[in-house]
């Protein structure tokens, strides 16, 4: 039921779908050298405590990132996961002060992603949206120098998103950007209650205004937070497989997405940075799967709701359910 129902992923952050067999290829290509000397040395590196530890190798390993040719290999790699997981809307994050601070042009990054995006549309019939994210251990000044600079592409962007370092970095920091943001048109969401207090999620919504919280499973430490949750349908898009390997969570038995779907709260399944992560997003849901014995009808809720959190025009959005509950109908009735 998992691999064959269609569904969408809300939470991924395309620099975080690198593969070690794709890094070296571009090191290679680009004639840069890495640290490690074999791609088995890399995913034996993928080891981490905490969110920062897993950060300090994400940035370092998106480096190798230098040609839109590259940005573009690196977003059909993951259409093409996409494909297999059936996965047919995807909206992703790109962090452009990664790039943009290395000396890489927004539009060499932009442009790369877009044009594999395009192709995915036309050749897998995948639908897909781009979210660019501010990177909140930076100023709110660079933040807005990378909003200002991203002018010409935000017709071709549905949001802005927060990420990166969450402690230390409240919402409130970025109030002024996301304002301008909205004010464009644009939609907003942010990383909020990962490891981050649910102090930070009331931040997202009240001063980011944000239609959706990325990740968000500390809001079970905050009552009147979650009845807030549940009462506005706000979506929350948590990622299993991240949460162990940055030891959000000990185990996934100890996860709280099950808790949060009987709760009644709009959560959805992603893989964040799946090269990273152990999984793509069908992974992650056979991994909740088994720790935490969902029943089929969990399962579909929580692919249901991956299209209605989507940022879908409700047209389109009526398709997706409409075929979605027709395949879980017959598959119920297999
Ligand atoms: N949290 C914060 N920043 C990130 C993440 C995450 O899970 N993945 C990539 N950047
Ligand atoms: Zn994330």
């Known amino acids: 039921?998992?691999?064959?129902?269609?569904?969408?992923?809300l939470h991924l952050h395309i620099e975080g779908t690198l593969e070690p067999e794709l890094m070296f290829l571009l090191a290679e290509r680009n004639g840069i050298d890495l640290l490690y000397s074999s791609v088995e040395e890399v995913r034996q590196a993928y080891q981490f405590t905490d969110l920062q530890s897993f950060l300090d190798i994400y940035y370092a390993g998106a480096q190798v990132l230098q040609t839109e040719q590259d940005f573009y290999d690196l977003t059909w790699a993951y259409l093409e996961r996409c494909q297999?997981?059936?996965?047919?809307?995807?909206?992703?994050?790109?962090?452009?002060?990664?790039h943009t601070d290395r000396g890489i042009q927004f539009g060499t990054v932009f442009e790369g992603i877009d044009a594999a995006l395009q192709d995915g549309r036309k050749k897998l019939g995948i639908s897909s949206q781009i979210i660019m994210c501010f990177l909140r251990h930076l100023s709110a000044e660079s933040a807005m120098?990378?909003?200002?600079?991203?002018?010409?592409?935000?017709?071709?962007m549905i949001g802005v998103g927060l990420d990166s370092s969450e402690l230390g970095h409240p919402p409130e920091k970025f109030t002024e950007v996301f304002e301008k943001a909205r004010q464009a048109g644009l939609k907003t969401v942010a990383h909020a209650g990962e490891e981050g207090p649910a102090d930070y999620i009331w931040g997202a919504l009240e001063a980011l205004k944000v239609s959706r919280v990325d990740h968000g499973v500390r809001c079970l430490e905050d009552e009147k937070l979650v009845n807030y949750l549940v009462e506005e349908q706000i979506p929350l898009t948590v990622c299993p497989l991240s949460n162990i390997k940055l030891c959000v969570f000990d185990?996934?038995?100890?996860?709280?997405?099950?808790?949060?779907l009987d709760k009644g709260l709009c959560v959805t399944v992603n893989s964040d940075d799946p090269s990273y992560f152990?999984?793509?997003?069908?992974?992650?849901?056979?991994?909740?799967?088994?720790a935490l014995k969902?029943?089929?009808q969990d399962l579909?809720?929580?692919?249901?709701?991956?299209?209605?959190?989507?940022?879908?025009?409700?047209?389109?959005?009526?398709?997706?359910?409409?075929e979605l509950d027709s395949q879980y109908k017959e598959l119920s009735n297999a």
Do not use: C
């Open 84 to 98: 297999q997981d059936n996965v047919v809307h995807t909206e992703i994050f790109f962090d452009p002060q990664t």
């Open 251 to 260: 185990n996934m038995a100890d996860h709280n997405i099950k808790t949060m």
């Open 145 to 156: 120098a990378t909003f200002e600079m991203s002018k010409p592409w935000h017709s071709r």
């Open 300 to 322: 579909y809720k929580l692919i249901r709701n991956s299209f209605v959190a989507s940022f879908l025009e409700p047209e389109v959005l009526a398709k997706h359910l409409s």
């Open 278 to 290: 152990g999984g793509y997003i069908n992974a992650n849901f056979h991994s909740i799967q088994k």
């Open 294 to 296: 969902l029943s089929h």
């Open 1 to 9: 039921m998992i691999d064959s129902l269609p569904k969408a992923e």
